[in-house]
């Protein structure tokens, strides 16, 4: 399918909706702008299963109640919840 846009002022570029449809493209689907030659080319970038922004990790965290922790306390847990959520998905160097 053939199709045809313009940069905004921005650098915007609105990909039509047919096109976008063809693709299966939904809202939100990040792109990976290429430059080819005179031309670019948009490809999507699978998300990995589980990969979170750091919005969302920072959202998700656990929250603690208790008394302060040393820095070394801290780095203990985080690195226990990370075995713990990982577990089997990544090697883990220690």
Same mark, same amino acid.
């Given at each position: 399918?053939?199709?045809?846009?313009?940069?905004?002022?921005?650098?915007?570029?609105?990909?039509?909706?047919?096109? #976008?449809?063809? +693709?299966?493209?939904? *809202?939100?689907?990040?792109? @990976?702008?290429e430059?080819? &030659?005179?031309?670019?080319? /948009?490809?999507?970038?699978?998300a990995? #299963?589980?990969? +979170?922004?750091?919005e *969302?990790?920072?959202?998700? @965290?656990?929250?603690?109640? &208790?008394?302060?922790?040393? /820095?070394?306390?801290?780095?203990?847990?985080?690195?226990?919840?990370?075995?713990?959520?990982?577990?089997?998905?990544?090697?883990?160097?220690?």
């Amino acid at each position: 399918m053939n199709a045809e846009t313009k940069v905004s002022a921005k650098g915007q570029v609105v990909i039509p909706k047919a096109v #976008r449809d063809e +693709l299966a493209w939904p *809202e939100g689907t990040r792109l @990976r702008v290429e430059r080819v &030659g005179g031309a670019v080319t /948009l490809r999507p970038i699978e998300a990995r #299963r589980g990969t +979170l922004t750091v919005e *969302e990790f920072v959202a998700r @965290r656990p929250k603690y109640e &208790g008394p302060p922790l040393s /820095l070394e306390e801290m780095d203990a847990l985080t690195a226990r919840e990370m075995r713990r959520r990982f577990a089997g998905e990544y090697k883990i160097k220690r």
